[in-house]
């Protein structure tokens, strides 16, 4: 159970709870469209799908920032560059993982097998980019936002405007609340000539970004319920989305911000995705 604990808090376990909702809320809304059958031997691979794909994308992002991480006082206690798991770990547990996201990821269907190496590709190329564009929290957007995209997939309903709008919603969302987190490492990136948007553009520019960046995410949202025909359940959800953003900007501009990102991507976040979710589902039920 310790090695377990270990190997959970390296690829941050916990953090699932942000990109699960929006995948499961993704899951209600397909099944409003023509779909395969939702038996519980697809739903548990599609729950596979999205752990094993995420554990091998953040073992990967350890692995490779080791040596970041390891000068970063922020970062120095993170289990690689602490030295409590070995890198070697690290990248067989990408490997492992990613097996079986591909193995799982066949059993939805042809089309999610032949998705899941270009999905790989994104989540494990996004541990690059910091390296060299500013649009890396876009990146971490896009990744995040491939869950609902493959559980929209897998539920076997066709692309259309509403789950592009939905991912588009996800992709902003994630990308508006890691400038915030990035604010953290403004001087740091700067100094070790790491992109991101605050050390690119300074603090107040970031914060800008991130929220207008929001500003989509809400109208993204509610685009999509529109084009589903969705209820005021659904609606109100997206509602409570934008308070809840505007509150996370307000806490982030209140002080000194550094000592407030924490509870701001921690806390309202969470909220944020699982709030949508449980109204869109309370949504779906009303309305059947």
Same mark, same amino acid.
């Given at each position: 159970m310790s090695t377990v604990r270990t190997y959970a808090s390296m690829v941050t376990f916990a953090h699932t709870l942000f990109a699960m909702p929006f995948a499961a809320a993704a899951v209600v809304l397909?099944?409003?469209?023509?779909?395969?059958?939702?038996?519980?031997?697809r739903a548990l691979a599609m729950v596979g799908c999205m752990v094993a794909a995420r554990t091998a994308a953040m073992a990967f992002n350890r692995y490779l920032d080791r040596s970041i991480d390891s000068e970063n006082p922020r970062t120095q206690r993170r289990e690689v560059p602490?030295?409590?798991v070995a890198p070697t770990t690290a990248v067989g547990l990408t490997i492992a993982s990613s097996a079986v996201f591909v193995l799982l990821a066949g059993t939805l269907g042809r089309l999610p097998l032949i998705l899941s190496l270009p999905v790989l590709v994104v989540l494990l190329g996004y541990s690059y980019?910091?390296?060299?564009?500013? =649009?890396?929290?876009? !990146?971490? +957007?896009?990744?995040? $936002?491939?869950?609902p995209g493959g559980a929209w997939i897998a539920m076997g309903a066709e692309v259309e405007p509403a789950i592009l709008a939905l991912m588009t919603g996800v992709v902003t969302w994630v990308a508006g609340f890691d400038v915030i987190y990035s604010l953290q490492d403004e001087a740091f990136d700067r100094a070790h000539g790491l992109y991101s948007v605050p050390a690119a553009f300074g603090t107040s520019v970031a914060v800008i970004v991130s929220a207008a960046l929001h500003v989509v995410t809400v109208s993204a949202l509610a685009f999509a319920g529109i084009v589903?025909?969705?209820?005021?359940?659904?609606?109100?959800?997206?509602a409570l989305i934008a308070v809840l953003l505007v509150w996370e900007h307000v806490i982030v501009g209140r002080g000194?911000?550094?000592?407030r990102v924490g509870? =701001?991507?921690?806390? !309202?976040? +969470?909220?944020?995705? $699982?709030?949508?979710?449980?109204?869109?589902?309370?949504?779906?039920?009303?309305?059947?």
């Open positions: 397909a099944l409003e469209r023509p779909h395969v059958p939702l038996t519980v031997a602490a030295g409590i980019t910091k390296r060299f564009t500013w =649009a890396s929290h876009l !990146v971490l +957007g896009v990744a995040l $936002a491939l869950a589903l025909h969705r209820g005021p359940l659904y609606h109100g959800g997206v000194t911000r550094l000592e509870r =701001a991507f921690f806390d !309202v976040n +969470g909220y944020v995705s $699982a709030g949508y979710f449980v109204l869109t589902l309370l949504d779906g039920l009303a309305g059947r």
